[in-house]
Nanobody, 120 residues
Framework: QVQLVESGGGLVQPGGSLRLSCAAS????????MGWYRQAPGKERELVATITTTNGGTTNYADSVKGRFTISRDNAKNTVYLQMNSLKPEDTSLYYC????????????WGQGTQVTVSS
């Protein structure tokens, strides 16, 4: 089992910034992918950004957040961060932390979600 603890959501004005954090604990190997998905009311859950612990930390971003959001990791703390800049109202969503061990391949784990609201 893997436990995910998220923090950092909140209310911010358009153009503002927030940083999300997610710490993983439990049955974690050295090789995994972590990241963030989001889901707005009435919409499907979508990828925001992911990062691996291999190959120097391969990142993957949704087109809608490229150039504004940056994902990073601290392998020693099994923690991933999402720095969100130039936030837009359409970024308003429930953000879920995601974890999957890749060696050996394991199941998907999700955090409980942290709300990000961008509004003036």
């Amino acid at each position: 089992q893997v436990q995910l603890v998220e923090s950092g959501g909140g209310l911010v004005q358009p153009g503002g910034s927030l940083r999300l954090s997610c710490a993983a604990s439990g049955s974690i190997s050295r090789f995994y992918v972590m990241g963030w998905y989001r889901q707005a009311p009435g919409k499907e859950r979508e990828l925001v950004a992911t990062i691996t612990t291999t190959n120097g930390g391969t990142t993957n971003y949704a087109d809608s957040v490229k150039g504004r959001f940056t994902i990073s990791r601290d392998n020693a703390k099994n923690t991933v961060y999402l720095q969100m800049n130039s936030l837009k109202p359409e970024d308003t969503s429930l953000y879920y932390c995601y974890f999957r061990r890749v060696v050996p391949l394991g199941p998907n784990y999700w955090g409980q979600g942290t709300q990000v609201t961008v509004s003036s």
